[in-house]
Nanobody, 118 residues
Framework: QVELVESGGGLVQAGGSLRLSCAAVGLTFSPYDMGWFRQAPGKERRFVAAINRSGSIKQYASFVKGRFTISKDNARNTMYLEMNSLEPEDTGVYYC???????????WGQGTQVTVSS
């Protein structure tokens, strides 16, 4: 059974930084594209960033480009999202998932809450 576990969220002031982690149980990262998604209060879950199986191709939503960096460590079976220059609009629950390009596939983890105060 595949389980994805997100961590690293928290409360931060605008302009601050956080680093999210996504660890997998029952799934080896290396053969898969992976991605981050977020769901703001009262809104649908949306794509944030994706990385291909080798880590050589990264894609970002326009609203995070230049501020967020996605990476993965296949040896540690962990994916990361480095978030800088955070804005209140970045508030939400962040989820990781396997992806097909930027489309999520498979199950979701429980997510990690990110709250950015103004």
């Amino acid at each position: 059974q595949v389980e994805l576990v997100e961590s690293g969220g928290g409360l931060v002031q605008a302009g601050g930084s956080l680093r999210l982690s996504c660890a997998a149980v029952g799934l080896t990262f290396s053969p898969y594209d992976m991605g981050w998604f977020r769901q703001a209060p009262g809104k649908e879950r949306r794509f944030v960033a994706a990385i291909n199986r080798s880590g050589s191709i990264k894609q970002y939503a326009s609203f995070v480009k230049g501020r967020f960096t996605i990476s993965k460590d296949n040896a540690r079976n962990t994916m990361y999202l480095e978030m800088n220059s955070l804005e209140p609009e970045d508030t939400g629950v962040y989820y990781c998932a396997r992806t097909n390009d930027i489309i999520p596939v498979g199950s979701w983890g429980q997510g990690t809450q990110v709250t950015v105060s103004s």
